[in-house]
């Protein structure tokens, strides 16, 4: 797909290209905190403040739609004790970031396994769904007990099955088709993945979609990753030359 051409206000009026879907690898949160001392639940805690910065001004960015990475199907190998503390968190953002998501035209989706989430999180993450369904500003995906290869696995046998139905002819079986079984079928591939805190892997985000993403690694924690730094790895995106194959 061709990123739009947009006039976003940050851009005063400039006309530049904007990444119409950006991904972004929040990571970093335990170093943020273990450099002040404190326990790595204030680091998940001032990373969660920074997302809703980060997704507040993605409108006026002119971006639609924006992935985040939350917690991946690797992270169950962290102790309980996080896993708790995390859990509570999440639970407690759904809980306070319902108006804020009203007030600002937000939709909210979970993509990811919810089989391992506790029954209240699960039911929550629904509600905030229902809630905001009709938001039209932006799409904030949130990829919650996800990984890259539990998807890809979870489209073959979809589309396993819908051969064995007779839905599907094996023939038909296309780059189109197999996209059409992902978790979230309707999003556009990310034209922008953003790893901050300095590690240079994908962890298993997004390998389907991933195929023709920009890719930006920077060194800053995800809780220090502010707004004007965002906007700076936008900026870069809108001067990097996209060829996709072609001369
Ligand atoms: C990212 O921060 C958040 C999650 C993976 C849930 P980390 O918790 O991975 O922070 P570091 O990498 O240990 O600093
Ligand atoms: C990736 O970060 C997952 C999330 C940010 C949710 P990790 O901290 O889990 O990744 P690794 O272990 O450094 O690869
Ligand atoms: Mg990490």
Redesign the pocket.
Known sequence: MEPEIRAASIFRGRVSVIPQHVAI??????????KRGLP?LE??RA?AERLREIVKCCPDHGIRFLTV????TE?WK?GRH?INR?TELFQAYIDSELEMLQDYGVRIRFIGSRRRLSHTLVARMAMLEEATADNRSLLLTVALNYGGRREIAHIVRQVAEAVRNGEVNVDQISEDLVSRYAYAPDLPDPDLIIRT?G?LRLSNFLLWQAAYAELEFVDT??PDFTVAEFTSVVERFARRSRRFGAL
């Open positions: 690898v929040m990571d970093g949160n335990g170093r943020w905190a273990r790595r680091g998940h990373g990475f939350a917690f991946s992270n962290r996080e995390l805190s590690e924690l995800w």
